[in-house]
């Protein structure tokens, strides 16, 4: 199995600046015959399913605010948001789909400071 | 817009069969990938397993032995059934949709089921 880590389990950040959270996988997720990674990120608000933010490592899913980014190839992948507003309070988890089981991160909890 | 309706029983006896069943209603369910994925109150997400467009199952290793993932195209509906459930099997279970066709990426999700597990 790919194990994924992230970091910090959680954070604090004032409203209007950066929250940034990182992702390792325990093996590569980048695909090399089609050049992509196998990487998405989520956001899941108290009470609520999940939400697919972000999905080949930075391709924002329609809708979602440009805020988000996603950045990070290989192993090594980073959540960032910009600008911090409220709505933005969650938990956020990575999951790669290069395999099964396809595995989550352990969550990042993010709220303001 | 893509919607997923959940249904099934959410309170079980030890050694029971938890049985979900997950309905698609944007008039489409061929050729997708239809996701179970589990979250035990408070905690992470674990993926359970998956049925593809091709119709084969790929299920996660550590309940393979217990789990069957059944999808029914005719009826826009697919289902899980997990046997011998304990009370590490209590969770929120969700059930989800490829986010195209013939991808595996969990685009569309359900809105939870919380099945307790209790004598």
């Known amino acids: 199995d790919i194990v994924m880590t992230q970091s910090p389990d959680s954070l604090a950040v004032s409203l209007g600046e950066r929250a940034a959270i990182n992702c390792k996988s325990s093996?590569?997720?980048?695909?090399?015959?089609?050049?992509?990674?196998?990487l998405a990120w989520y956001q899941q608000k108290p009470g609520q399913p999940p939400k697919l933010l972000i999905y080949?490592?930075?391709t924002r899913e329609s809708g979602v605010p440009d805020r988000f980014s996603g950045s990070g190839s290989g192993t090594d992948f980073t959540l960032t948001i910009n600008s911090l507003q409220a709505e933005d309070v969650a938990v956020y988890y990575c999951?790669?789909?290069?395999?099964?089981?396809?595995?989550f991160g352990q969550g990042t909890k993010v709220g303001i400071k | 817009q893509v919607q997923l309706q959940q249904w099934g029983a959410g309170l079980l006896k030890p050694s029971e069969t938890l049985s979900l069943n997950c309905g698609v209603y944007?008039?489409?369910?061929?050729?997708?990938?239809w996701s179970w994925i589990r979250q035990p109150p408070g905690k992470g997400l674990e993926w359970i397993g998956e049925?593809?467009?091709?119709?084969?199952?790929n299920y996660n290793p550590s309940l393979r032995s217990r789990v069957t993932i059944s999808v029914d195209t005719s009826k826009n509906h697919f289902s899980l059934k997990l046997t011998s459930v304990t009370a590490a099997d209590t969770a929120v279970y969700y059930c989800?949709?490829?986010?195209?066709?013939?991808?595996?990426?969990?685009?569309?999700w359900g809105q939870g089921t919380l099945v307790t597990v209790s004598s």
């Open positions: 989800a949709r490829g986010l195209t066709s013939a991808w595996e990426l969990q685009g569309y």
């Open positions: 093996q590569s997720v980048f695909y090399s015959s089609n050049n992509v990674n196998y």
């Open positions: 049925i593809t467009h091709s119709g084969s199952t």
């Open positions: 999951q790669q789909y290069y395999s099964t089981p396809r595995t």
């Open positions: 944007d008039g489409s369910s061929s050729n997708y990938y």
């Open positions: 080949w490592a930075s």
